[in-house]
């Protein structure tokens, strides 16, 4: 190295916006000030780093130097985690030779409880102990309850580390932060840039409270190195040779500041309620999670024609939204996480839904569904309703399904142009289908005639077997 290079090693420039960055994110989440931060490839290596961070301490404390001898032969560490807990928990785990985790009971949202938590942490042997929580389920958005669970772990002596990929950065916004109440007792956390702020892959965040436990587990000493005297940013990750990973954090940070950073939290939050609550209104479609944070998780009345909606939706490319797995059914899993997202944007996003939903409807063969055995068609002077008898057993869902994949065969159904009136009847409106009933109810502001005709012409020839009249017709 040349003597022009000696004064401003770019070393020292990178370490001096790490240590800026690292304080503002610590500020901004509400964790100890005294903790180090480590810029890591991904969530994954953020999980992995604040777990060896972990692993060496509770082993330490049980008399067992890890960096000397390694773990065969030591004390087992046990690990406790939820059941809905990320799967690159598992890979970290493997990374470091710790095995299967323990699995504790989660409740229909995905979160920990706490009182399983305690009874686990009671059973079994007493020793080097990791605690696994989670904020924001990848599934519901859910988050563990941090007060009761961090209390009861570290009462065992237990190392707590929160996997908080996307759902760290609540702790960001005064809306959201109670969801991460207690998280700050924690001993280290995990999240993503990537995700939330929006800067490139290759951008996550180990924060551990205790800075030299963090040291101790990632520390290089080779003599050749280059050290700085007030921060060794190779101390606190895997990697010795990465890119100025706190550069973009850093400019997200300085550029949004500490109103913009919440703004964006806040905003994606929004947009994930008003994309379920659209869903919601879409006949045939259940958003299965409580909607806390950005995720949201739909179904379409069966795995078959949810999947087909999936692909329907990729194969457009109107919108990105995959499929997933989620308490044994297949989902939707919509993921609200770009910066850039707007209120038009959600609106193409339900209308490619919708429209992905009817062709799976209208392409479904609905003679293969439960047989009719009867239909009964009555009506009001402003109401008509059609009833399926079907046979005896048939699921609501099923049911349900049934008759949304006959009103998707007939789009435009009912028209008085199609029904062979003349203009004046009007059209009308569907108000309600029920699986369990097997009914459909039509509104309509004209004679009960048409609207009898109209729903006529929902059941396809050969599928009932008769159609009767519940009432004389009215008002012709």
Request: proline residues 4%; negative net charge; glycine residues 10%.
């Amino acid at each position: 190295m040349g003597p022009e290079h000696r004064a401003a090693h770019p070393h020292a420039a990178h370490s001096a916006v790490e240590d800026v960055a690292s304080a503002w994110l610590l500020d901004l989440l509400g964790l100890p000030t005294e903790g180090a931060v480590g810029f890591t490839t991904g969530a994954t290596m953020a999980n992995f780093t604040g777990l060896a961070a972990g692993r060496d301490a509770v082993l330490r404390r049980a008399g067992w130097d890890v960096a000397r001898r390694g773990i065969t032969g030591g004390p087992r560490v046990r690990v406790l985690v939820g059941a809905e807990r990320h799967d690159t928990v598992d890979v970290a785990l493997r990374y470091l030779g710790l095995g299967a985790p323990d699995v504790v009971e989660v409740d229909d949202q995905g979160r920990i409880r706490a009182d399983a938590l305690e009874l686990a942490l009671g059973r079994g042997d007493p020793g080097p102990t990791l605690v696994v929580l989670q904020a924001g389920n990848i599934h519901s958005g859910a988050f563990d309850p941090f007060v009761e669970t961090v209390r009861a772990a570290h009462r065992h002596g237990a190392w707590v580390h929160v996997d908080g990929a996307f759902g760290l950065w609540a702790g960001a916004s005064p809306a959201y932060r109670h969801f991460l109440e207690g998280y700050e007792s924690a001993d280290s956390w995990a999240t993503d840039a990537h995700k939330t702020l929006n800067v490139p892959y290759d951008s996550g965040l180990c924060i551990v409270r205790d800075a030299a436990a963090l040291q101790a587990a990632m520390g290089v000493h080779g003599a050749y190195l280059v050290r700085d005297e007030t921060s060794q940013p190779l101390d606190k990750v895997p990697e010795l040779s990465r890119r100025g990973r706190a550069i973009p954090v850093w400019a997200v940070l300085r550029c949004l500041g500490r109103d913009g950073i919440p703004e964006l939290v806040e905003r994606l939050c929004r947009h994930a309620t008003a994309f379920a609550d659209a869903l919601r209104a879409i006949p045939g479609v259940t958003v299965l999670n409580d909607v806390v944070f950005t995720q949201v998780c739909a179904t379409f009345g069966s795995d078959e024609r949810t999947d087909e909606v999936v692909k329907g939706l990729l194969a457009d490319g109107t919108t990105w939204m995959t499929g997933s797995a989620w308490h044994g059914q297949r989902v939707l899993r919509i993921s609200v996480s770009n910066w850039s997202t707007t209120e038009d944007d959600l609106a193409l996003g339900v209308d490619a839904t919708v429209e992905d939903q009817q062709a799976v409807l209208a392409d479904h063969d609905v003679a293969a569904l439960e047989p009719v055995e009867a239909v009964a068609i009555g009506f009001t002077a402003d109401r008509a309703t059609v009833r399926l008898a079907y046979a005896e057993g048939a699921p609501a869902a099923v049911i349900e399904a049934d008759l949304q994949a006959r009103l998707a065969l007939a789009v435009d159904w009912p028209t008085t142009e199609a029904i062979g009136f003349a203009d004046g009847f009007g059209d009308g409106a569907v108000t309600g289908v029920d699986g369990t009933t097997g009914e459909l109810e039509y509104a309509v502001a004209n004679p009960a005639a048409a609207a009898n005709l109209a729903l006529a012409d929902l059941v396809p020839v050969g599928v009932c077997n008769e159609v009767e009249l519940l009432a004389e017709p009215t008002g012709l």
